[in-house]
Nanobody, 117 residues
Framework: QVQLVESGGGLVQAGGSLRLSCAASVNIFSINAMGWYRQAPGQQRELVAT???????NYANSVKGRFTITRDNAKNTVYLQMNSLKPEDTAVYYC???????????WGKGTLVTVSS
């Protein structure tokens, strides 16, 4: 069973930075798709960033130029570096792992990021 554990969330002032980590219980070397999603209060969960095994990345328009997703397969960990944070970035951030063959998604329990103005 795949387990994902997010960490690194917290309270930060606007303009500050945070680095989120997602530790997987399985070897992610062969896992193609990893990503981060977020859900703000009263809003739908939205994609923040994804990264493939080959290093291809995609970002939501709202975070382009500010967030960077990376993966360290040796550590079975995916990171999300968040810079120039804005109050609208406030949300619970979830790590995602997709098993391509079965199209099954696994989710972490989330880590809360709060950006104050």
């Amino acid at each position: 069973q795949v387990q994902l554990v997010e960490s690194g969330g917290g309270l930060v002032q606007a303009g500050g930075s945070l680095r989120l980590s997602c530790a997987a219980s399985v070897n992610i070397f062969s896992i193609n798709a990893m990503g981060w999603y977020r859900q703000a209060p009263g809003q739908q969960r939205e994609l923040v960033a994804t990264i493939t095994k080959g290093g291809s990345t995609n970002y939501a328009n709202s975070v382009k130029g500010r967030f960077t997703i990376t993966r360290d397969n040796a550590k079975n960990t995916v990171y999300l570096q968040m810079n120039s944070l804005k109050p609208e970035d406030t949300a619970v951030y979830y790590c995602n792992l997709r098993i391509v063959t079965s199209r099954v998604d696994y989710w972490g329990k989330g880590t809360l990021v709060t950006v104050s103005s």
